[in-house]
T-cell receptor, first 112, second 112 residues
Framework: QQPVQSPQAVILREGEDAVINCSSS?????VHWYRQKHGEAPVFLMI?????EQKGHEKISASFNEKKQQSSLYLTASQLSYSGTYFC?????????????FGTGTSLTVIP | NAGVTQTPKFQVLKTGQSMTLQCAQD?????MYWYRQDPGMGLRLIYY???????DKGEVPNGYNVSRLNKREFSLRLESAAPSQTSVYFC???????????FGSGTRLTVV
């Protein structure tokens, strides 16, 4: 089932922080985060596996609460290069084989 | 550069025409995928191949066929194109369920 992302869009000034949320109604094995710039392919940022992980990637980090089936992506001290659409992807645990779904995306615009 | 290579980058088809999208990866990944991306709908899985010799339907398989030619190559065929198949198509590969997806650069397909 497709995860729900919020907000749908956000505009930041350089240096500001942002949080993007991703929520599922199913038990999750993992959560992925990707960034896609206009006209380009999505680029993998990080994966969080069940076990309540928190990961960091430069000034971009994420957490995963498997009990709440939620993940959040944190962007601190935003830079112009952070602009793009951010997608979460959730891998649902199933006996018949895990199923993976992408969210509908959050558009992030960083302005000077 | 290592990665996923897709051809063609752009294509215009007339309704009823057929075409094959080609995809090759050089990362020795077992799993390969075809996604379509439409505005506001995120990425939706068309077909996937968990390993050489196997293929399975995703969320939106109608109107498409696939072939896993070998470990490197995974092609997507539209037998009789319809305007509803106008979209951006991405091929992706993945090493294991503990890793992220690597995407090709995409094919922008318009069916008139």
């Amino acid at each position: 089932q497709q995860p729900v992302q919020s907000p749908q869009a956000v505009i930041l000034r350089e240096g500001e922080d942002a949080v993007i949320n991703c929520s599922s109604s199913k038990a999750l094995y993992s959560v992925h985060w990707y960034r896609q710039k206009h006209g380009e392919a999505p680029v993998f940022l990080m994966i969080l596996l069940k076990g309540g992980e928190q990961k960091g990637h430069e000034k971009i980090s994420a957490s995963f609460n498997e009990k709440k089936q939620q993940s959040s992506l944190y962007l601190t001290a935003s830079q112009l290069s952070y602009s793009g659409t951010y997608f979460c992807g959730t891998e649902e645990e199933r006996n018949t084989g895990n199923q993976f779904y992408f969210g509908t995306g959050t558009s992030l615009t960083v302005i000077p | 550069n290592a990665g996923v290579t897709q051809t063609p980058k752009f294509q215009v088809l007339k309704t009823g025409q057929s075409m094959t999208l080609q995809c090759a990866q050089d990362m020795n990944h077992n799993s390969m995928y075809w996604y379509r991306q439409d505005p506001g709908m995120g990425l939706r899985l068309i077909y996937y191949s968990a390993s050489e010799g196997t293929t399975d339907k995703g969320e939106v398989p109608n109107g498409y066929n696939v072939s896993r030619l070998n470990k490197r190559e995974f092609s997507l065929r539209l037998e009789s194109a319809a305007p509803s198949q106008t979209s951006v198509y991405f091929c992706a590969s993945r090493e294991t369920v503990r890793g992220g997806y690597t995407f090709g650069s995409g094919t922008r397909l318009t069916v008139v």
